[in-house]
């Protein structure tokens, strides 16, 4: 019988750009790139294959609210474009960062803790399906929302608001006690 392979290699620990603080998720593009939310450091990193250090793709100026910013990121999701979708645990928020911004856009919660369909309560976890729909997992709140591509991704950028009244949540909810 064959065992997994005995001596990891170390990609990233810490503060500095060739460092994470507290890494939760890893997302893999088809370029090799990888990509970590790293949660205490408030940021999303990538290295670039081969790389020695990475660089600051989302956040990493400390935790906070400001579309700079993030607070506990967690949840990560790398679309083909390279634009990053990060669901913020403690913003009760997914941001989303298209390639090279150094700012994000809510796309869905960011209306502080809650019940109601536009918000979310600690969520952690975010996918896509093949439609580009938006699965996120709301931890407090024991569901899982499902929102539509077609406000997520509007043709004019620029419509998308800050809050979750231009996404059309389906309602589509999974209660788990």
């Known amino acids: 019988s064959r065992t997994g392979e005995p001596d990891g290699t170390v ?3 810490g503060n500095e750009l060739n460092q994470l603080k507290s890494p939760l998720r890893v997302f ?3 370029d090799y790139s990888v990509y970590v939310s790293s949660d205490l450091n408030h940021r ?8 020695k250090e990475g660089i600051i793709v989302a956040g990493g100026r400390e935790a906070g609210a400001n579309p700079t910013q993030l607070s506990d990121s967690i949840g990560l999701f790398v679309d083909p474009l390279s634009t990053i979708y990060v669901a913020e645990f403690n913003n009760h928020r997914v941001t989303r960062w298209r390639n090279g911004a150094i700012k994000g856009n809510v796309i869905v919660g960011g209306n502080g803790p809650g019940q109601q369909s ?4 600690h969520p952690l976890g975010l996918t896509f399906n093949q439609n580009g729909d938006l699965y996120v997992t709301d931890k407090d709140n024991y569901r899982v929302q499902l929102f539509s591509v077609e406000t ?3 043709t004019d950028a620029e419509s998308i608001s800050n809050k979750t009244s231009n996404i059309d949540n389906k309602n589509v909810e999974t209660e788990f006690q």
Do not use: R
């Open 11 to 13: 990609v990233a620990a």
């Open 28 to 30: 893999v593009d088809l």
């Open 44 to 51: 999303v990193m990538k290295w670039v294959h081969g790389a």
């Open 118 to 121: 536009n918000q979310l309560n």
């Open 152 to 154: 997520i991704h509007p």
